[in-house]
């Protein structure tokens, strides 16, 4: 990792903290909320620049390794909640500020240093649907964490108006998750001529899809109102989150291979 | 009202009237798509739990007693034998997998076809302005305004209110009274079928790929050596040049190879990349799967007289080579040193001769000059899927009926007005409701261009 992205990876974690502590701190309608907006904005522009410091090194899009996707999950996070919560004073942009700032926490801290460094893709992997389909996955994670873990605040507090942004939300992050699916298996057909090669990373995201799916069709059905539909969005949650961080564990205890392992 | 007996044929049939009616029910059943996608994908995560029979070595049946064997290393010959009579370890080619697989594809085209009449006519259907229910049904929002003033009072108040939350009414004059219906996005609500469609396509062509597509994988090919398609023999490939392209350090930035496409008697260049399956006749696609070194043979006798000229074969781990005098040449890269080669002459299965000399250059072997010249070789998955098109058409249906689902909104309300009232409604949710604030902004704006005093709003029955 070259100076310019420590710097601006590093502003980034500490424009979202202040963020977040405006945020927690202040009054819905003070200084706070200008002051929350303005660390959110320059935070998300700092991890901006970092991944684009992080192109220039490679010369190549940056969303190749473990490291960037974080911090690409963790600034769709922040932009998402921003574009959500213009009136909804500042719960949706805590909960993505707080999601951002774990993923941040990972992706600098916990994250091996090996896994840290930039690095050009395998010729495999050198491709113009690279950027599509991580890009994509990046904005799906965000979209559907924020909205999950909002729907679950709101059903837990009974708020109607959270719930609307939190279901519009899982709907954006779901609409660009399938879109990821299908756009990695139409660049699979392109390389190994095939759609889909049941990859433990692939099918984890297809759980997901489904479970997810599952709830839309929940929504309309009587019999799965409140709880059970709570359930399902924690199911989707969990996986997505199992897709992210406990495949790479499960691959090293039972010996998987995976082309998305990095 | 006439009764049938069930013996009799005509109650036979209405019994299996009713049988058939109740399977289209199960069959077209959103809760039975609930429950087939949770089985699915608890069968799929489970199949992530245990190693999955790799799809390469089933294809090209290679592999398969080593990949049986480093699992009983891992397992234990009993737990791994345990789980192969399971099926887990090819999960997902298991009658159990493939039949929640097709239910659910038939699911789909069910509900779609259950529910393409009503909404069709949804989309053609255009909503008439009308008096209000009486009662409300279930589910509807009602507001009554004081209208203080006569019919053209109440249709200024209709359009001034619509216009501030973004619609046009059509309004339609009854004497002394009237009614509008404003709506937008009434297309919106198709977005769900049309999803549902696309993914019908999808499941449509991976199907005419699995029944129609042909796929092989080609053995190793060196420069030189030609593969014609086993289901098109008239279409032949022959492997022309392989090269990786490098970054300064040394990594790999591209693989290229050239084939000669040759079909019906013409020859055509192609190239084939990593990612980039070249184009040949008859929708026939040829994809680079693997390479490795290879050697490049020129074989001359003693008074420079060439016996075989650049031969290709795969050093895979060695390359055998036959010649006209009835010996057969072996070369393999000599152990332990980088860039050389170590060449065997073999006749009626004795040693003869031997080298080791550095690759390019020529090597005395006996009465033989032999230059062996290392290069690579190419392993070409090809195939043809009648069903890619399908697919293709399939994934952006359903993103754009997605993307209409779940991106835009059917609202509408409707109204009707006389002598001293307006009457306002709308669906409490969902599609076709207005939302909570523009309908609390509608009702407020109608109030205040009504000129009367605010009237009341009734929650849905």
Known sequence: MNAAEAWAFGGAGALWAGALAAALLGRARGWEEKATLALAAAGSACTLAGLGARGLAIQYWPLTDRYAFTQAFALATVLTALALDARDRHRVLRLGLGVALALWADAQWLLPLGLRRAALPVPALRHYWLPLHAGSAAVAYAGLTLGSLAAVWAARQGDGALQVLARRAIRWGYWWLSASIFLGAVWARQTWARFWGWDPKETWSLVTWLLYTAWFHALGLPAWQGRRQAVLLALGLAALGFTFFGLEWLARQVGLFSLHLF | ?461
Not at chain 2, 60 to 66: C, D, Q, V, Y
């Open chain 2, 1 to 461: 009202m006439k009764a049938t007996s069930p013996s009799s044929p005509q109650g036979a049939r209405a019994g299996l009237e009713a049988v058939a009616r109740g399977a289209w029910r199960v069959l077209s059943a959103e809760s039975l798509s609930l429950w087939l996608l949770l089985a699915l994908a608890f069968l799929s995560a489970l199949g992530t739990l245990v190693p999955q029979w790799p799809p390469s070595a089933a294809l090209a049946g290679e592999g398969a007693a080593e990949w049986a064997a480093a699992l009983e290393a891992r397992y234990g010959p009993r737990l791994a034998s345990f789980l192969h009579a399971l099926g887990l370890l090819d999960l997902y080619g298991t009658p159990l997998f493939r039949a929640v697989l097709v239910a659910l594809v038939a699911n789909g085209l069910a509900c779609t076809l259950a529910r393409w009449r009503t909404q069709w006519r949804i989309l053609r259907a255009r909503p008439r302005p009308a008096p209000p229910p009486d009662p409300f049904p279930p589910g509807v929002r009602v507001a009554r305004v004081a209208l203080s003033g006569g019919a053209a009072a109440g249709e200024a108040a209709v359009r001034a209110a619509c216009r501030c939350v973004g619609l046009r009414p059509r309004v339609e004059r009854l004497g002394e009274a009237g009614a509008f219906v404003a709506e937008r996005g009434r297309w919106t609500a198709s977005g769900t079928l049309l999803g549902h469609l696309g993914l019908v396509l999808v499941a449509v062509g991976l199907a005419l790929g699995l029944a129609w597509g042909e796929r092989a994988r080609t053995p190793p090919l060196a420069g030189g050596q030609e593969y014609a398609l086993p289901w098109a023999p008239d279409v032949a490939l022959r492997v022309q040049e392989f090269r990786i392209e490098r970054y300064p350090d040394g990594h790999a930035r591209a693989y290229l190879l050239q084939v000669a496409v040759t079909h019906g008697g013409t020859e055509a260049v192609r190239e084939v990349r990593l990612g980039a399956p070249a184009t040949l006749p008859g929708g026939n696609l040829a994809f680079l799967y693997g390479y490795g070194p290879a050697v490049r043979l020129d074989v001359r006798g003693v008074d420079g007289t060439p016996l075989l000229s650049s031969v290709s074969q795969p050093l895979a781990p060695s390359a055998s080579l036959a010649l006209p005098d009835g010996t057969s040449l072996v070369v393999e890269r000599a152990s332990g040193l980088p860039g050389q080669v170590h060449v065997q002459r073999w006749r009626d299965g004795a040693l003869e001769a031997e080298g080791t000399g550095p690759a390019g250059e020529p090597l005395a072997l006996g009465d033989l000059e032999v230059r062996a010249t290392l290069d690579w070789y190419v392993v070409l998955d090809v195939s043809q899927d009648p069903g890619f098109p399908w697919v293709v058409a399939g994934v952006l249906v359903a993103l754009a009926g997605a993307g209409v689902a779940l991106g835009g909104r059917w609202r509408q309300v409707r109204g009707f007005w006389r002598e001293g009232e307006l009457v306002l409604w709308t669906r409490e949710a969902g599609s076709g409701s207005l939302g909570a604030r523009a309908w609390e902004r509608l009702v407020r704006e109608a109030t205040l261009a009504c000129g009367g005093p605010p009237g009341e709003e009734e929650p849905g029955p």
